[in-house]
């Protein structure tokens, strides 16, 4: 596709409870991004992924969390157990390289996650 | 440790003058810097980019400066439109790929009619 699409737009989750979000980066574009906004702050990168292979996950929380790049599937990121504290938008993007030109991520209008 | 900094959380400026958004960064190793513009409820949409080879790079109203000794870069915005109103996030990133882009915490820029 020619944008980000990330599902759902808002999702409501009691405390405890699973919470899996979605993302197809635009077609071509051979990395993911997940980032974390708390309370509009800055953008706490999660997890990065080459086509369906982890890149970088130095951002992820060790427990609770994981990510999935999978071919012909959209990409998710799912959260376990969830806490309160876990309460964001996450935004996924997706660029055509890692580096330099083509490093300019485009961003999907992101997932707002409450946990209440 | 934040490693992008943008120290000025909101800004005025009245149509038709220029927007200046300031951005410090601390790693010595980032080579490429970007500019996203943010309207509430949507995602960040990219703006524009330098690389550290240039100390300039303009794209219509908007020119990036980089000053790389002092570790800083700066949007100009001339002249100003009420649709600027959005908030602005510099981000930074290695040219070899070796790490994600790092955000700063975005400025609030108003442009007053």
């Known amino acids: 596709g020619e944008e980000v699409a990330q599902t759902p737009k808002h999702l409501v989750r009691g405390e405890g409870q699973k919470a899996k979000l979605y993302c197809a980066p635009i077609k071509g574009h051979s990395y993911v991004f997940w980032y974390q906004q708390v309370l509009k702050n800055e953008f706490k990168f999660l997890i990065s992924?080459?086509?369906?292979?982890?890149?970088?996950e130095t951002g992820m929380p060790k427990e609770r969390f994981s990510a999935k790049c999978l071919p012909n599937s959209p990409c998710s990121l799912e959260i376990q157990a969830t806490k309160l504290e876990d309460s964001a938008v996450y935004f996924c993007?997706?660029?055509?390289?890692?580096?330099?030109?083509?490093?300019?991520?485009?961003f999907g209008q992101g997932t707002r996650l409450t946990v209440v | 440790d934040q490693q992008v900094k943008q120290n000025s959380p909101s800004l005025s400026v009245q149509e038709g003058r220029i927007s200046i958004l300031n951005c410090d960064y601390t790693n010595s190793m980032f080579d490429y810097f970007l500019w996203y513009k943010k309207y509430p409820a949507e995602g960040p949409t990219f703006l524009i980019s330098i690389s550290s080879i240039k100390d300039k790079n303009e794209d219509g109203r908007f020119t990036v400066f980089l000053n790389k000794s002092a570790k800083h870069l700066s949007l100009h915005i001339v002249p100003s439109q009420p649709g600027d109103s959005a908030v602005y996030f510099c981000a930074a990133s290695e040219y070899s790929g070796n790490t994600p882009l790092v955000f700063g915490k975005g400025t609030r820029l108003s442009v007053i009619a």
């Open positions: 992924f080459q086509n369906e292979n982890v890149f970088d």
């Open positions: 993007a997706s660029s055509r390289n890692a580096g330099g030109q083509g490093t300019e991520a485009f």
